[in-house]
């Protein structure tokens, strides 16, 4: 789960606008064409892809399921075709800034598509790619809805499941055995979800007896379905399994259509590792401050990673409880909101509230805190602030968890999610009205925000004891390292070993946390890149727009300027600031 749901919150939760219906088609090729002409796109889209209509809030398709195969994969090229046809007889140059951001958004997405299923071919080797679960889940648990449509919905979109599956056991050839592990682990889960959820709440409805009888008897087939899916792959059995590393080419590819960087994945690897040193001589010299006052006359460690290592420590064990944690989260974001204000970094819009939640049991247990926006159409839903659940966890557990978010990291994580972070960023982007950049945002525009606003706020003074600034580093070094090993990983062949070595040793991250990454970069690539990438990026559109600027700039001025692009990739944000085509 861990995987889908970054997705989902990096990428496609993210809202914004209205949706134009009832426009007369246009002849011109000019700015009014091009807008009626991404409503065709999109409807045509969710047609083909009901699921991702689902997640984002489309509900048009809900009843639908995609048979996946040759068949499906032919009608998607024939799309990606078409569309790139109608996108060709726009010219760029002769479109408004914003609409000239959806046409290369939407360029790029059709290659990084067509890429997909030509080059990249993860249908054959990654069985999570078989995952409608994430679709019915959304139908039963958001209520944008009354239930009882939404549990017909679900009833007639089982209808191809068994289909679905057999189809599924017909693409896979020798898959990576870690998405094996994990679509059978994400498949093991969604048997509830069918099983149990749905029928459970088919007795909260009026739905006749008979009725309901049909529908839990089609559950019941569904069920075993998903059961012949996991003991297919329980089964499946390869001399030489394909690795989990993409290998340097399709990394660099993948890099190129997912983060859409100034910088190549090879470039975005060298700065990080440069920024990494840089890093640890700055807490090092914090460190050496800090070492009298909690460690008085004891001997410094003669390695200053070690030395590091220790200081951390000693100030982690300041930490909140576990009965306190949300109501802790929740006395942060008024502070923040007023650091904000009163530094007049950017404006907040009160009217939209943040509320913080313990994790929805069907997130799964491995996401610590996200943000959940309202999905693109879905404008008046609710922003939560999630939270894991503390109590009822084991004490040691609940211990470590405490202490990675302690009194420092917590106030850094709250800046992170709610503000001026992610929570911020969304009320913004949704005041951009433009579909095609909420849903093909930019994971890495989302998530560099997020990282910026953190040393932003220290940069104005937030807390500037040398406490904060040295957890502050180590919890940049993570976005920072986020990104040197994934690209080791899949690209430079690091093996587990030097992996974890390299996360305690140098990122300063507890066993656990570590454990945990490595299973998050085998099953994921490119995604972790998005943090570094999009930091280094704003800090250096920031730096040239200073430049051009000059005596008129202000802080508050790029913020807010920044932020009105919605979720566009930094480099198309930063041709629109900095005035060049
Ligand atoms: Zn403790
Ligand atoms: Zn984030």
């Known amino acids: 789960m861990v995987r889908k749901l970054s997705i989902l919150i ?13 426009q007369a088609p246009l002849v011109t090729k000019g700015n009014d064409s091009f807008s009626n002409y991404e409503d065709h796109f999109l409807d045509a889209l969710w047609k083909l892809s009901p699921d991702w209509a689902t997640g984002v809030g489309y509900h048009k398709y809900d009843s639908l399921l995609n048979i996946p195969g040759d068949k499906s994969r032919n009608a998607m090229l024939n799309f990606i075709k078409l569309q790139q046809d109608s996108l060709a007889r726009f010219e760029a140059n002769d479109l408004t800034e914003l609409n000239r951001m959806d046409y290369r958004i939407l360029r790029n997405q059709l290659e990084y598509s067509n890429w997909q299923i030509t080059v990249l ?24 809805a009354p239930l009882t449509k939404r549990l017909r919905n679900f009833y007639q979109k089982m209808a191809d499941m068994p289909a679905y599956y057999k189809e599924a056991q017909k693409q896979i050839k020798n898959p990576v055995p870690e998405l094996t592990a994990l679509a059978i682990e994400q498949q093991t889960g969604g048997i509830n979800i069918i099983e149990k959820d749905f029928t459970d709440s088919l007795k909260k409805t009026a739905i006749p007896a008979a009725e309901q009888k049909l529908m839990t008897d089609r559950a019941k087939i569904a069920a075993e379905s998903i059961r012949g899916y996991i003991s297919f792959l329980q089964n499946l059995k390869s001399d030489k399994p394909r690795s989990f590393r993409l290998g340097k080419e399709l990394y660099e590819d993948k890099f190129r259509y997912e983060i859409q ?17 840089q890093v640890h001589k700055e807490m090092a010299k914090l460190s050496k401050q800090l070492w009298p006052k909690y460690f008085g006359k004891k001997a410094m460690p003669a390695d200053s990673l070690d030395m590091i290592s220790q200081v951390l420590d000693t100030l982690s064990a300041k930490h909140t409880t576990a009965a306190a944690l949300q109501s802790t989260i929740e006395s942060q974001l008024p502070k923040l909101a007023a650091f904000v204000k009163s530094k007049d970094l950017l404006t907040l819009d009160p009217g939209k509230p943040l509320l913080v939640r313990k994790n929805p049991a069907y997130f799964g247990s491995a996401a610590v805190a996200s943000l959940s926006a309202p999905g693109p159409y879905d404008k008046n839903g609710n922003s939560y602030y999630n939270i894991v659940s503390l109590t009822g966890m084991p004490a040691d557990k609940a211990e470590s968890y405490l202490r990675e978010y302690n009194n420092y990291t917590l106030q850094i994580l709250s800046i992170h999610e709610g503000i001026p972070g992610h929570y911020a960023q969304l009320v913004y982007a949704n005041k951009a009205p433009s579909l095609i950049k909420a849903i093909f945002g930019s994971g890495a525009m989302v998530e560099g925000w997020a990282v910026y606003g953190e040393q932003m706020m220290l940069d104005n003074g937030y807390d500037d004891s040398p406490e904060m600034k040295l957890m502050w580093y180590k919890w940049h070094l993570r976005s920072v390292c986020n990104s040197i090993l994934d690209f080791n990983v899949h690209a430079n062949n690091l093996s587990k070993e030097q992996a974890i070595t390299f996360l305690t040793h140098e990122a300063f991250q507890q066993k656990a946390e570590a ?28 730096e040239a727009y200073k430049t051009k600027m000059g005596d008129k700039y202000r802080l508050k001025e790029f913020n807010e300027k920044f932020l009105s692009y919605g979720n566009a990739p930094v480099k198309l944000i930063r041709t629109a600031m900095l005035g060049s085509k």
């Open 10 to 22: 990096t990428v496609f939760f993210f809202l914004v606008g209205c949706q134009k219906e009832g």
């Open 121 to 144: 071919k993860s249908y054959q080797w990654d069985p999570t790619h078989y995952s409608a679960i994430p679709a019915f889940a959304h139908i039963l648990n958001e209520h944008y």
């Open 261 to 277: 960087s100034t910088y190549t994945a090879q470039q975005l690897f060298n700065m990080a590792t440069e920024r990494k040193k």
């Open 515 to 542: 454990e945990g990454k490595w299973k998050r970069v085998g099953v994921s690539s490119v995604q972790l890149d998005s943090y570094y990438d999009g930091y280094k990026e704003i800090m250096d559109l920031r």
